[in-house]
């Protein structure tokens, strides 16, 4: 699946789950509480490819202490972030970071610059690479459109 396919695909409840790494219950959890409120068809809640990205980068955070009421505050600009740069994340370049404390959010695509912040900053940082998410969802899209995930579904059924 090229690029330009996965940024337009629209990612499945569980399949966000199964690329965040969380239950159902808690991205329907996450929705209810304002979150991250994805696109709704009927019953089914559907995720943009940047938006399946933000609930990795979510999940992320959650696995690595962050508070939902920090994660709030934080939504929004780790959206605008990954919207803002969609095309380049699935393109697999450059690579992406967020450091966070909590309260503040640094973007950066510099290596150096990340390890320059981290050493002059008093309080301590969470690091995510947001790239690493994107390749994540990547994968899991030409995995689970392929023969690989034809033969997973025949095994689930014995």
Not at 5 to 24: H, I, K, N, W, Y
Not at 44 to 68: D, H, N, P, Q, T
Not at 81 to 96: N, S
Not at 123 to 147: C, N, T, V
Request: hydrophobic letters at 35%; glycine letters at 6%; a positive charge.
């Amino acid at each position: 699946m090229t690029a330009p396919d996965v940024q337009q695909r629209e990612f499945s409840s569980s399949d966000v789950c199964r690329m965040a790494g969380v239950t159902l219950r808690q991205l329907q959890w996450w929705d209810e509480r304002g979150i991250f409120s994805p696109q709704q068809e009927g019953r089914r809640r559907l995720y943009e490819s940047s938006g399946a990205i933000a609930m990795m980068v979510i999940a992320e955070l959650r696995r690595k202490g962050v508070s939902l009421q920090k994660i709030r505050r934080l939504t929004r600009t780790i959206r605008r972030e990954i919207d803002r740069r969609q095309k380049e994340l699935i393109a697999g370049k450059p690579e992406v970071f967020l450091l966070t404390d909590g309260k503040g959010t640094h973007f950066e695509d510099d290596p150096a610059r990340v390890i320059d912040l981290l050493k002059r900053s008093r309080k301590p940082f969470l690091l995510i690479s947001i790239s690493d998410q994107a390749r994540r969802m990547a994968e899991f899209r030409q995995i689970d459109s392929g023969p690989a995930r034809r033969q997973k579904r025949q095994l689930d059924l014995f």
